[in-house]
């Protein structure tokens, strides 16, 4: 290993492979196609649905999707320029140019589902009586939504408000962040340049850091509260409408998950905060010879000598493909193609999201990878972990646009298998156990930012949108419940500084993704057991694993987990799962105690 210089070339993505660039002719021709399908769809099928015949009723289904891939390609393109420019304002223009048009297009295919879910059950049936359909999954997807859809008029009202409304808010919010300037020892560093030095050897750098990040976001305090009580409000109004009993109810229709299978999580992961964080957290301190740890303590590294242990991007590739291959050199194949086809952005400049992700896109083309890479091992495990969506949705790519996407709770095993992969490979290389001490501490961080983090990012939701029913939270109303939350999860170690009460401010996923947290936890537990499954019974594995794979969202979760007998409804298997954990836990105090 060496020193990561952030001079080092890193890659950039080459969006080319689906257009050559915003004012390419091919994207405005695919437009005027794409609106040209749906005024002939819209004349051809609505207000019919019900009267078609099943050949007919099929062929409409199929019509519907092509049009949806069309527009899904195009909105795919102009999320992934913005996701890398958001300070360009003509890139900014173009986004939200894209997202106004394809609202308006949008509007007119509203009809269709809601007719699908006005049939009767038996009416549908009699549709498919007669030839098997590989649709029948998206129908049974759409049909969790029959009781709390509206009457055409109010669904377009909601869905064209969707962009002065909602849109627009999250639009905010992303402009807010990605302008943020954080002064530190001369320079203005964005976010993810703040939140990398968190992670920083010295103490005093990691407080330093706190305190500017904390300043910053008490100034855009009262900007970000409004921006989350206004779309906590529209969602409150929305759900009320649609008679959804709480506000995560919808998430969980999506996810296609039962709300107790996540309650039973959530409680399980709860109980365990003082076997798990708790115990942890505890050793850390010891290791770090503190008393007490603040919250910019949270992610110091554990490790002597002043000098992190980096990655350079060949050497992360390299580890990375070695763990998948060791385990599918079909994974292993697919993954590389990332690397040598230009699919992943991974370079560090002004304008670009802080986080990371892999995007889909749409069958017809492939996913692309967004992350930031500083050289670190965290960075590494993010690589294993979007690699491993991107293996999945490739594989997955084969089920067509609609069964090709996968429910959250599935999508995430992928990617924390893949972290798993990796996380493996580097322990069995491991002889000195120093080395295995640091690199167990670092797995067993991220395992509990992925599962009980997430679990205290849910109860904050939670909460937040219960009060909101009542009234607009203050910055203090918030700071409250994000401390009481915070606290809970990492324990009685940490004697939190106040400056941290502003600190619930900069996680997006409360502003894009409403109680989409969750799927974290959700996908870890399955991984640890999965993972289990594997390592006692490895002959056949893999073969089932890839089949979990491609099956995309055209199986229920449950479904998909029965050739490795396991069952998440089962009250007990969130428990094994958090035990993984906590043997991890065990194997790193035996290492601590033992210096």
């Known amino acids: 290993m060496e020193n990561f210089k952030m001079t080092s070339r890193l890659p950039r993505w080459k969006l080319s492979d689906l257009y050559k660039g915003m004012e390419d002719q091919s994207l405005e021709k695919e437009f005027e196609e794409a609106e040209a399908s749906i005024h002939a769809f819209k004349t051809t099928y609505q207000g019919k649905i019900a009267s078609l015949s099943?050949?007919?009723?099929?062929?409409?289904?199929?019509?519907?999707?092509?049009?949806?891939?069309?527009?899904?390609?195009?909105q795919a393109y102009a999320y992934l320029l913005f996701s890398t420019h958001n300070q360009d304002e003509a890139v900014i223009g173009f986004f939200q140019g894209i997202e106004e048009r394809v609202t308006v297009l949008s509007t007119d295919l509203l009809f269709f589902t809601l007719e699908i879910n006005r049939l009767e059950d038996k009416d549908l049936q009699n549709k498919f009586r007669n030839f098997e359909t590989p649709y029948l999954p998206w129908i049974a997807a759409l049909r969790l939504f029959k009781g709390h859809e509206l009457s055409d008029d109010l669904e377009q009202v909601f869905h064209e408000l969707s962009i002065p409304a909602s849109q627009a808010w999250v639009r905010l919010f992303d402009e807010t962040l990605g302008s943020l300037n954080i002064p530190f020892e001369g320079k203005d560093l964005n976010l993810s340049d703040a939140l990398n030095l968190f992670s920083s050897p010295d103490r005093e750098?990691?407080?330093?850091?706190?305190?500017?990040?904390?300043?910053?976001?008490?100034?855009?305090?009262?900007?970000?509260a409004?921006?989350?009580?206004?779309?906590?409000?529209?969602?409150?109004?929305?759900?009320?409408?649609?008679?959804?009993?709480?506000?995560?109810?919808?998430?969980?229709?999506?996810?296609?998950?039962?709300e107790e299978v996540?309650?039973?999580l959530s409680t399980a992961v709860t109980n365990a905060y003082p076997t798990l964080s708790h115990r942890?957290?505890?050793?850390?301190?010891?290791?770090?010879?503190?008393?007490?740890l603040q919250y910019w303590d949270r992610n110091a590294p554990l490790f002597q000598g002043g000098t992190e242990i980096t990655y350079t991007w060949e050497e992360a590739q390299s580890l990375v493909l070695e763990a998948y291959?060791?385990?599918?050199?079909?994974?292993?194949?697919?993954?590389?193609?990332?690397?040598?086809?230009?699919?992943?952005?991974?370079?560090?400049?002004?304008?670009?999201?802080?986080?990371?992700?892999?995007?889909?896109?749409?069958?017809?083309?492939h996913p692309y990878i967004l992350m930031n890479f500083y050289g670190k091992g965290r960075d590494v495990m993010t690589l294993a972990h979007e690699l491993g969506h991107g293996v999945h949705q490739v594989l997955a790519s084969s089920q067509g646009y609609f069964l090709s996407d996968t429910p959250l709770t599935v999508a995430e095993t992928a990617s924390v298998f893949g972290e798993m992969l990796t996380f493996q490979k580097m322990l069995k290389g491991l002889k000195d156990p120093l080395q295995k001490k640091y690199l167990l501490s670092q797995k067993i961080e991220d395992m509990l930012n992925t599962v009980v983090r997430q679990i205290a990012f849910y109860t904050f939701e939670k909460q937040v949108h219960e009060k909101r029913k009542y009234k607009e939270l203050s910055l203090s109303d918030f700071g409250e419940i994000w401390m009481k939350t915070q606290r809970d999860a990492l324990g009685p170690i940490f004697n939190f500084d106040e400056s941290y009460r502003i600190y619930w401010t900069y996680i997006s996923h409360f502003i894009h993704s409403p109680f989409y947290v969750y799927a974290y936890a959700v996908g870890d537990c399955l991984v640890n057991s999965l993972y289990r499954v594997y390592e006692e019974a490895p002959i056949g594995f893999c073969e089932k694993y890839l089949d979990l794979l491609k099956a995309g969202g055209s199986k229920p979760y449950g479904?998909?987990?029965?050739?490795?007998?396991?069952?998440?409804?089962?009250?007990?298997?969130?428990?094994?799962?958090?035990?993984?954990?906590?043997t991890l836990i065990d194997e790193f105090e035996v290492l601590v105690n033992g210096e």
């Open 54 to 74: 099943p050949e007919t009723f099929l062929k409409s289904i199929v019509l519907f999707e092509n049009i949806q891939e069309k527009l899904g390609k195009i």
């Open 262 to 264: 996540v309650e039973a």
């Open 226 to 258: 409004l921006v989350y009580n206004t779309l906590m409000k529209e969602k409150g109004i929305e759900d009320k409408w649609r008679h959804y009993p709480n506000p995560q109810m919808s998430r969980h229709l999506s996810n296609q998950i039962e």
């Open 325 to 365: 291959r060791d385990f599918s050199p079909e994974m292993a194949d697919i993954g590389k193609t990332f690397f040598e086809e230009g699919w992943i952005d991974a370079d560090l400049y002004p304008g670009k999201d802080s986080g990371a992700y892999s995007h889909p896109t749409v069958p017809s083309a």
């Open 205 to 224: 750098t990691r407080k330093d850091i706190a305190t500017c990040l904390s300043r910053v976001l008490e100034e855009n305090g009262s900007l970000l």
């Open 559 to 582: 479904d998909l987990l029965k050739p490795f007998n396991l069952n998440p409804k089962d009250p007990t298997f969130w428990t094994l799962g958090l035990s993984y954990i906590e």
């Open 280 to 292: 942890y957290y505890t050793l850390k301190a010891q290791v770090l010879g503190l008393k007490e």
